[in-house]
């Protein structure tokens, strides 16, 4: 069967959405940022008013942009801490897209996050997240092995049922983060409610279990090593190694790495390794002043999949809004931005 470049393109495509639907069994996971410091309530939602100001965060990246029809996920949030209810409120707003269109996931999520003074240094903040999942198919899209002519290649149409084109369902996380002025560490569980994304019926034991998004976890942390300190923050240095581990399912992740920034200026460099091989080096170059910062990442794959799955992209913007009035409650922690 001779089947032209465009034909190759639409059945690989196929191949990513038949992966994705059936993901809890197979490849499941959730979309992630290189920079998870960086979209800090995107972690972990007990972040969610911990700078002591107000913060807005906006993250996009392209994964594996070599490929047709890669995973381009965005993410905004806004976050502050308020003395009346001794915590933290967060919204985000994170959309994600895999294949030219074909399958589409947006979510809205309110948090609210809890400070705990456990002792004059160390201090506590403990969160709930809820959030509101849609996910759309673009049926029309999608292209199946009866549409198949010898030769001509998808010339016929499919007996395929179409399916629901959109999915709602809510959704449950939580997590804690402890920290002082040198050390910063968390944990935090997504999905807790497991819910059911099918787009067919889940009448079945089977269908339901192959349909559920299962439980993420993760664990995090790091500490803060000033190498030159002075009054002022241009000339001073700092060193930010940390360690992030995720587990969903059958599947984990870990990414260990640092940054260093002298001034405004910062570099980094992460590694990231999967249950069963290395997976990227992860670079970071970013800026940070009064009110702004920008970071951009580049993974380098180091896997099998570089053959096909080079490099992915990130950026991300965020704006901190100062008050004049300082808040009398507040712990902020200091923790790595990127």
Not at 44 to 50: E, L, T
Not at 53 to 70: A, H, K, L, Y
Not at 296 to 318: F, K, L, M, R, W
């Amino acid at each position: 069967m001779k089947i032209n470049c465009s034909a190759n393109n639409r059945i690989y495509i196929f191949f990513i959405l038949l992966f994705l639907v059936r993901a809890n069994v197979s490849l499941a996971q959730d979309p992630e940022f290189s920079q998870y410091y960086a979209n800090p309530i995107y972690t972990n939602p007990a972040f969610a008013g911990s700078s002591g100001i107000g913060r807005m965060v906006t993250d996009v990246r392209n994964q594996w942009s070599n490929i047709t029809g890669s995973f381009r996920t965005i993410s905004a949030s806004y976050d502050e801490h308020y003395d009346v209810i001794n915590g933290g409120i967060g919204i985000m707003l994170t959309g994600d897209e895999a294949g030219t269109g074909l399958l589409q996931t947006i979510s809205l999520t309110g948090i609210y996050s809890y400070q705990i003074n456990i002792s004059r240094y160390v201090t506590m903040r403990a969160a709930v997240q809820g959030s509101i999942v849609q996910k759309s198919i673009s049926f029309g899209k999608l292209t199946f092995f009866d549409q198949i002519a010898l030769r001509q290649g998808f010339v016929y149409n499919t007996n395929e049922t179409p399916i629901a084109a959109n999915v709602f369902y809510p959704n449950v996380a939580a997590g804690a983060v402890i920290y002082t002025s040198k050390f910063y560490g968390g944990v935090a569980v997504h999905n807790i409610n497991e819910p059911v994304n099918a787009f067919y019926s889940t009448d079945s034991d089977n269908a339901k279990k192959l349909s559920t998004v299962p439980i993420r976890y993760t664990v995090h942390a790091g500490l803060v090593i000033p190498l030159v300190q002075t009054k002022d923050p241009k000339n001073e240095s700092n060193l930010w190694p940390n360690i992030m581990y995720m587990q969903q399912s059958t599947f984990a992740q870990l990414n260990i790495g640092l940054y260093y920034n002298k001034g405004p200026f910062v570099l980094g460099m992460y590694y990231r390794q999967t249950s069963s091989n290395g997976d990227a080096l992860i670079g970071l170059v970013g800026i940070r002043l009064q009110k702004l910062r920008i970071g951009y990442s580049y993974d380098q794959t180091i896997s099998n999949a570089y053959y096909g799955a080079t490099n992915s992209h990130e950026i991300t913007v965020a704006f901190d809004l100062r008050k004049r009035i300082p808040k009398k409650t507040i712990r902020a922690i200091k923790c790595p931005e990127f």
